[in-house]
């Protein structure tokens, strides 16, 4: 039996609407969030108080009057300490699809995290050498 162009067409696009509908909830919700976005971008300066002082806009810390320049070099240590926190917590986060399934990764998971581990402790070994992690030098 031949079946014609035009039944092939109409599933073709019955398919394609049930695609389609699948997707209307992530539609509707990013609808949602944008307006709530733009909401609150357009109306919160138009709601809000706009009373303003000599005090209320002087620059406070903690309570404290400031003191001071808050203007001051900081050491590049403080940063290369946090960035290579936020570098090597971001890959052990990656450990966890390793072990919720390692029964089922079996020896090839197993080797892939041997890699990626000998990878993670190549970095940590050049930051070690280079003195990254030394306060004092």
């Given at each position: 039996?031949?079946?014609?162009?035009?039944?092939?067409?109409?599933?073709?696009?019955?398919?394609?609407?049930?695609?389609?509908?699948?997707?209307?909830?992530?539609?509707?919700?990013?609808?949602?969030?944008?307006?709530?976005?733009?909401?609150?971008?357009?109306?919160?300066?138009?709601?809000?108080?706009?009373?303003?002082?000599?005090?209320?806009?002087?620059?406070?810390?903690?309570?404290?009057?400031?003191?001071?320049?808050?203007?001051?070099?900081?050491?590049?240590?403080?940063?290369?300490?946090?960035?290579?926190?936020?570098?090597?917590?971001?890959?052990?986060?990656?450990?966890?699809?390793?072990?919720?399934?390692?029964?089922?990764?079996?020896?090839?998971?197993?080797?892939?995290?041997?890699?990626?581990?000998?990878?993670?402790?190549t970095g940590f070994i050049y930051v070690l050498k280079k003195g990254a992690l030394e306060w004092e030098k």
């Amino acid at each position: 039996m031949l079946i014609s162009a035009k039944f092939v067409g109409v599933l073709f696009i019955l398919k394609l609407m049930s695609n389609v509908t699948d997707y209307l909830p992530i539609v509707i919700q990013s609808i949602v969030v944008l307006g709530f976005v733009v909401g609150t971008l357009v109306f919160a300066p138009k709601l809000g108080p706009k009373l303003s002082s000599r005090t209320k806009d002087a620059n406070w810390e903690c309570g404290i009057e400031a003191d001071g320049n808050a203007r001051f070099p900081i050491s590049i240590r403080y940063f290369m300490i946090a960035i290579l926190f936020v570098l090597f917590d971001v890959e052990i986060i990656f450990f966890y699809p390793y072990a919720v399934n390692f029964h089922a990764l079996q020896l090839d998971g197993l080797i892939a995290v041997l890699i990626f581990v000998a990878f993670f402790m190549t970095g940590f070994i050049y930051v070690l050498k280079k003195g990254a992690l030394e306060w004092e030098k």
